[in-house]
T-cell receptor, first 109, second 120 residues
């Protein structure tokens, strides 16, 4: 059974204070690791897809990295508008996604 | 216009009522999915469909049914709603991504805005 564990559950940062979110996973045959951003009451918004260990992708203040056991979402100099819940998911057999419970990020001005 | 739309956006109903949630997409994807989201439980897959004639149960299909009316439309029904079906419901769509060696990778899923369902 595919499993995804995200940590921490919640993270509070000051504006400009860089940090990282963790996503640990177990899957029989990784077919993709996905990061989404979700604002309260809204649908998840796609951020990144990573397919193989060593792969990295960047978008503005966000950078996602992937190893064989975990992925990190690095946030550099965050702004209050980066406050959201960040979801990690893995694609396994049948191209189905298994989601973690998310990390709720709050960035204070 | 949004690529994935869901109707209604909010619904309050009573126990025992039949409810239908609708999803439409303009992304041209073959694959569509229904999830529910509950606090502390994350997103869980209810049903998924890889084309009009292919419908599969997810991890929590009991109490739900689906209909794939066309490539672009996928509906979720609660035949007899109960209070523990109160949740946020999301529809998603995806295409197919192939690797260089011909193996299939999981394609990115794109989500709709959600339906907030309350069963009293």
């Amino acid at each position: 059974e595919d499993q995804v564990t995200q940590s921490p559950e919640a993270l509070r940062l000051q504006e400009g204070e860089s940090s990282s979110l963790n996503c640990s996973y177990t899957v029989s045959g990784l077919r993709g690791l996905f990061w989404y951003r979700q604002d309260p009451g809204k649908g998840p918004e796609f951020l990144f897809t990573l397919y193989s260990a060593g792969e990295e992708k960047e978008k503005e203040r966000l950078k996602a990295t992937l190893t064989k056991k975990e992925s990190f979402l690095h946030i550099t100099a965050p702004k209050p508008e980066d406050s959201a819940t960040y979801l990690c998911a893995v694609g396994g057999s049948g191209s189905r996604l298994t989601f973690g419970e998310g990390t709720q990020l709050t960035v204070n001005p | 216009d949004a690529d994935v739309t869901q109707t209604p956006r909010n619904r309050i109903t009573k126990t025992g009522k039949r409810i239908m949630l609708e999803c439409s997409q303009t992304k041209g994807h073959d694959r569509m999915y229904w999830y529910r989201q509950d606090p502390g439980l994350g997103l869980r897959l209810i049903y998924y469909s890889f084309d009009v004639k292919d419908i599969n149960k997810g991890e929590i299909s009991d109490g739900y049914s689906v209909s794939r009316q066309a490539q672009a439309k996928f509906s979720l029904s609660l035949e007899s709603a109960i209070p523990n079906q109160t949740a946020l419901y999301f529809c998603a769509t995806s295409g197919i991504t192939w690797g260089a060696s011909g193996s299939e990778f999981t394609d990115t899923q794109y989500f709709g805005p959600g339906t907030r369902l309350t069963v009293l």
